[in-house]
C-alpha cells in the first residue's frame, strides 16, 4: 500500500555482487590498468615519494571509478542472503571470536554509485579524453600533507589544459563540455573508497587492507 512505498527501509538492505566471479574479475583488470596508468606517468615518478604514496591513497578510487566506465563495465546486485536463525545463534559467538563482521554495502549506496557512474558513461569521453580527466583527477593539490603542491598544482593545470585543447575539435558546439566534466569528474570523489574495496575487493581480498595491496602493485 502507500504506507508501504513511502517506506525507504529496503534501502538500507545490504547487497553483494550477482555474479562476483565475473565482475570481481573486471574490477581487478580495471584496478591493474589504474595503477599502471601511474606508474606510466615520468612526472608522478618525479614527485617524492611521501607524496606519491599520497595521492595513492586519495586518488585510487575516482580513478578507478573512471577506469570501470572507460571499460565498460557493468555489475548487477542482490540482497544479501540473511543466514538462518539457528545458524546465526550457534555460530555469533564463533565468528566474533575469529575476525569483525565485515561491512556490507547498501542498496541506497550502490545506487548512487551506479548513479554517477551512468552519468559519466553519457558524456561518451574519447580515449585522450579519458587520459587527461585521469591526469587532472590524479594531480590533486589540494591533498593534505603534500610536500610538492605547488608543482602538482602545476601538473594538474597542464593536463586540464590538455583535455580542453582535445575538446575543442572534437566538441565545437559545446563550449562547457569542459566545465560540465569536471563538474561529473567531482562527484566521483564523493564515492567512499570503503564502498568500492566492500562490493568490488573484499570478495577477493579478505580482510588484506586495500591501501597495501596497491602500494605493492606500484612498487
Known sequence: ???????????RRTVCLRTPHVTCQAASDVLAKTVSFMKNLPSFHLL?????????????????????????????VMETPAPSMLKKILLDGQNRREEPERSQPTLAAVRRLQCCLNTFRSLDLSPKEYAYLKGA?????????????????SLQREAQRALQEVLQPLHPEDQGRF????????????????????????????R???????????Y
Open 48 to 76: 617524492p615519494r611521501e607524496d606519491q604514496l599520497l595521492l595513492l591513497d586519495n586518488c585510487w578510487a575516482p580513478l578507478f571509478l573512471l577506469g570501470l566506465v572507460q571499460e565498460m563495465v557493468t555489475f548487477e
Open 137 to 153: 583527477v590524479l594531480f590533486d593539490p589540494d591533498v593534505p600533507g603534500l610536500k610538492a603542491s605547488l608543482y602538482i598544482q
Open 1 to 11: 500500500g502507500p504506507a508501504r512505498r513511502r517506506c525507504l527501509c529496503h534501502q
Open 208 to 218: 588484506t587492507d586495500i591501501l597495501e595491496l596497491l602500494v605493492e602493485m606500484l
Open 179 to 206: 566545465a560540465h566534466i569536471l563538474l561529473i569528474a567531482s562527484t566521483l570523489k564523493s564515492i567512499p573508497p570503503a564502498l568500492i574495496t566492500d562490493l568490488f575487493f573484499r570478495p577477493v581480498i579478505g
